[in-house]
């Protein structure tokens, strides 16, 4: 048996008035995923247990089979398993965006996409300037860094993800808490450093926002995950541009496939992770593909361009790999975001997802259309999310 788990990052929405009424999964043409929904089923299910932010960190662990409530312990951690990074007692990972901070305001969470090179020039400034015994910094990809700090009362502090608070005051959303001064003043002392470094005012030249500022959040020690191979007694490979993603599938001993142009963007290339996607499957058990552009699109407000993302996923990924499987003689696939990303809130909600499956042993439902109104009205609700895996695998 072959399964393909397949996600588009922020996909679900709430119905939009410009819409009139309907959601953009519900307007995006997407005949691949409707199929799946008609031939199998179609269903809801909850991937953040209360208590939980809303995140891909948390939704993807749950996608994965993995009960976030033990195996949770930040996102940072799972996104420096990525980098290679192992953490040793008393360490704590943070995300380190690299942001534009403009008047005293987070104008733009992600340094105005700033690429891996200037990028990684940055972040290796930074670590010669601030870096210590106990303080560490480590480029990753894009805005997506990693600062790794010595101290374990800092897994308690209240850190804000800068994606929900563009244009905010910086003041107001600083991290809160006992040992948050140590953080503010990294925080503080990178603005003064990159506000003036020879790539930003490139930037600035260029018409591009800079990334003059780190901002650290989803702080976490080191998780302790049980392997995927043992859990559900397959393996297979994990196809994104996300280093959160990769390092899940690392620290749960699955592949992670390394696709040439995958950017985590609009701009994606959608083929290439198809046939990566294909290729694993030819000697995997095992697929998950995570596409973040739906979600990117949201976080900017753009419905066209989220529009356009759901139908490139559905278009280019779902209906090549779809095919493919069709072809095998015994296969399972499901469809699904992580989480929301209403695009009106531009961040990401914990309302429960559509997911839609079918294949060998999957007995056909009522659906004919992949959305989330449908789902809403289906039979088949998951409260934990997590059990949707151990169902696609075992039953
Ligand atoms: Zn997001």
Redesign the pocket.
Known sequence: MKYAVLVG??MADYPLDELNGRTPLEVAETPNMDEIARQGQLGLARMIPQGFAP??DVAILSILGYNPRHYYTGRAPLEAARLGIELGPEEVAFRCNLITADKGCIADYSGGHISDREAEELIRFLDQKLGTEFIKFYPGVSYRHICVIKNANLIQLNCTPP?DVIGEPIKKNLPRGKGARQLINLMEHSYQLLRSHDINKARINRGQNPANMIWLWGQGPAPRMLPFRERFGITGGVVSAVDLVKGIAKLIGLEPIEVPGATGYYDTNYEAKAEYAIRCLEKEDFVFVHV?AP??A??NADLDQKIKAIENFDRLIVGPIKKRLYEQPAFRIMVLPD?P?PIQLR??TADPVPFAWCGQGIRRGEADVFSERDAARSNLQLRDGYQLMERLIKH
Request: glycine letters at 8%; a negative charge.
């Open positions: 990052d922020g995140a891909s994606h973040e979600d990117e949201s976080h989480h990303t961040t990401h």
